[in-house]
């Protein structure tokens, strides 16, 4: 029972990475005034380009690179359309959605089904890693664990101590205000789109090579869509995204315990998204406010005539 | 130096609309060419392809209206709900609703009545069921602020794993020899195909009759002019006294339902029996956004939008056969449309001219 419950918590870390990856993204977009709906199609680009290289390179660092590279240059379209030319940002989104979704399976179709025989070695803390219990569950983790995690906390630093960060929130939550003090509001979000397209790519590549270490067409399977909707939950704070993407990552693995009960294998594919639904119902009953977003969240912004 | 002036454009003839739109799908064209040829495919031969294969043969007219019926249905159920600026993106999830719900009412009481009470029954059931899955977002977001593009899409995800539930359990009909699927429809409720096609002219009237009752609704009445008002100004709404849960409830059910009818058409019109949510719709829940769009919102231009992309999936699927090429391949010729259309808005909306100056 002890190793099950061990190794349950040890995937939900697993399955959580790619989650919190993404959802600090959102976050760091969002907080700029920037809606994207494209997580699901930069992930899926992300995916397929870190496999691609990782395989032909054989280094599977090389291909995490080329995939954040790939990410920010591909969020670069929305940011375009709904920075410089207002457009609207939830069907920008969706429109970078189905061209990821498109052009990753038109990529890797030659790659489908091909095994990766590289390896990520997992990073074994030392020491730490003797802890009973915690030790295995949290300090012999692959990489792409401790990078999620850092990179949130970093972008929790970011967001809320540094100079730039004031200067993200602020442009979400009054673009005239912040315009006004000398920033430029265009820059910064186009720089907030651009971090979290990367975010997302890199939650691709930890699908692709960590995580099934194969690439099949539509295997980011709604993880994008959920990360936005983990960003609502972690009310904008990649500090909160931590534990609200590890739960649910918990919620993907709980899947595989339950299906020895005889619960149908379809009912427990639902619990992420049913779970999703009830976690916003939840603090929209405990504190509606608490829900409040960037208020020039998905706003297109207008610069002055000058 | 040449600066670049950008001034709001204020009267928009349909004219420069529909040139503006033109214009567009050919940008999206050279783009979608060059990736074709990225792909190491000849993309004049690739397109003319896709128009050939949908539109240059009577069987391919045939298969594009046939396809076109349930973008036609969704896509004018989300002019109103976007008009409204309420963003369903479950349509897909509220068409396989429909199909439940008519599926279970034609397995039912297909046997017991005459076709002319059972048909009519099973697109009421269709919408009953689009309607319902339609409105739980409308509740979530006005009583509980939770923004209606997640819910809608979690929704998507949930009916998928029901339909499957149904069909592999309860519903798996003896039939299917252990297949996955319920048994086929009774003839009664099954629908009349104009012959020597797959078009299931009753949901095909539907479709038309639906884009003509929606654009008087929407440019003729109060309820109309009350779901623009929630979209484009909520604060005037509230201090006119609009009552948001009711318009959005309506809305929805609306959109929902006539998505709910398009799944109603593919199940008793084509397929004759509730299968693998895949196989019941290709996708159209999505692509009917784009239709919507390219629509601008209108609901009788959306019949022709709805044929135009019925098209592409048709031509697509030509091509996939004949050059080898992925699935895929339409989601990147409707994204990058989709991009090109917003693109287009703006040099819609605002009038660019260049200043030369010596400085």
């Known amino acids: ?306 | 130096m040449i600066k670049i002036k950008t001034t709001d454009r204020y009267n928009i003839t349909t004219l420069r609309s529909f040139m503006t739109n033109i214009l567009c799908l050919l940008a999206a064209l050279v783009v979608i060419s060059i990736i074709f040829l990225i792909a190491g495919v000849n993309p004049i031969y690739a397109i003319s392809e896709i128009f050939l294969g949908s539109f240059g043969s009577f069987y391919g007219i045939k298969e594009t209206i046939t396809k076109a019926i349930p973008l036609i249905l969704i896509g004018t159920g989300l002019t109103l709900a976007f008009r409204a600026k309420f963003w369903n993106i479950g349509a897909e999830g509220q068409l396989l609703m429909g199909a439940i719900f008519a599926t279970w009412t034609g397995l039912t009481f297909g046997e017991a009545l005459p076709p002319y009470i059972i048909v009519p029954l099973i697109f009421l059931a269709g919408f009953i069921g689009g309607g319902l899955w339609g409105a739980i977002p409308a509740i979530l977001k006005i009583k509980y602020s939770i923004n209606e593009v997640i819910s809608t899409l979690m929704l998507n995800y949930i009916c998928a794993e029901i339909l499957t539930m149904l069909i592999v359990g309860p519903w798996k009909g003896k039939t299917r020899f252990g297949f996955p699927g319920t048994n086929n429809l009774p003839d009664s409720a099954i629908l009349g195909l104009i012959p020597g096609s797959r078009i299931h002219y009753a949901t095909l009237i539907l479709a038309i009759l639906c884009a003509i009752v929606l654009s008087v609704i929407i440019y003729k009445t109060r309820f109309g002019y009350e779901a623009r008002v929630v979209g484009e100004n909520p604060d005037a709404g509230k201090y006119a006294g609009i009552n948001f849960l009711k318009t959005s409830l309506i809305l929805m059910a609306i959109s929902g339902g006539l998505a709910g009818l398009a799944g109603v058409g593919e199940v008793a019109g084509i397929h004759h029996y509730l299968g693998y949510p895949a196989s019941i719709s290709s996708g159209y829940g999505f692509t009917a956004i784009i239709v919507a769009w390219l629509a601008k919102l209108n609901p009788l231009y959306a019949i022709i939008s709805g044929i135009f992309f019925a098209g592409i999936l048709v031509g697509g699927d030509a091509i996939q056969i004949s050059l080898g090429l992925p699935a895929a391949t339409v989601e990147i010729v409707n994204g990058t449309l989709l991009i090109f259309l917003i693109m287009g808005d703006y040099f819609l909306n605002h009038k660019i001219t260049f200043q030369f100056s010596s400085k």
């Open chain 1, 1 to 306: 029972m002890e190793d099950i419950i061990i190794s349950t918590l040890q995937r939900a870390m697993v399955a959580g990475t790619p989650l919190l990856l993404a959802t600090t993204g959102e976050v760091i977009c969002e907080r700029s005034g920037i809606l994207n709906l494209g997580v699901e199609g930069v992930m899926a680009m992300g995916a397929v380009v870190a496999f691609i290289v990782t395989m032909t390179t054989g280094h599977p660092w090389l291909g995490v690179l080329a995939a954040i590279a790939v990410g920010m240059a591909f969020s670069i379209i929305h940011a375009f359309t709904s920075i410089t030319l207002q457009a609207n940002q939830v069907v920008s989104g969706l429109a970078l959605t189905m061209l990821g979704l498109g052009l990753s399976g038109m990529l890797g179709k030659p790659y489908v089904g091909k095994p990766l025989s590289i390896k990520m070695e997992d990073w074994v803390i030392p020491y730490f890693s003797d802890i009973p219990y915690l030790g295995k569950i949290l300090f012999s983790q692959g990489p792409f664990f401790y990078i999620a995690i850092f990179l949130a906390m970093a972008s929790w630093f970011l967001l809320e101590r540094t100079r730039l960060g004031i200067q993200i929130r602020s442009t979400g939550e009054n673009p005239k205000a912040t315009e006004t003090q000398g920033v430029n509001v265009f820059k910064i979000k186009y720089l907030s789109v651009i971090i979290g397209g990367g975010f997302s790519a890199l939650a691709g590549a930890h699908l692709s090579i960590s995580y099934s270490k194969s690439w099949i067409e539509g295997m980011t399977a709604g993880r994008g869509w959920i990360a936005i909707a983990l960003t609502i939950f972690a009310l904008w704070n990649p500090g909160r995204a931590i534990w609200a993407a590890f739960l649910f990552g918990g919620i993907f693995v709980v899947q595989y315990l339950l299906q020895p009960l005889g619960i149908s294998p379809n009912f427990l594919s639902m619990l992420p998204y049913i779970a999703t639904l009830l976690i916003l119902l939840l603090i929209s009953l405990k504190d509606p406010k608490k829900l409040n977003a960037p208020a020039m969240l998905a706003e297109p912004y207008k610069r002055g005539e000058r």
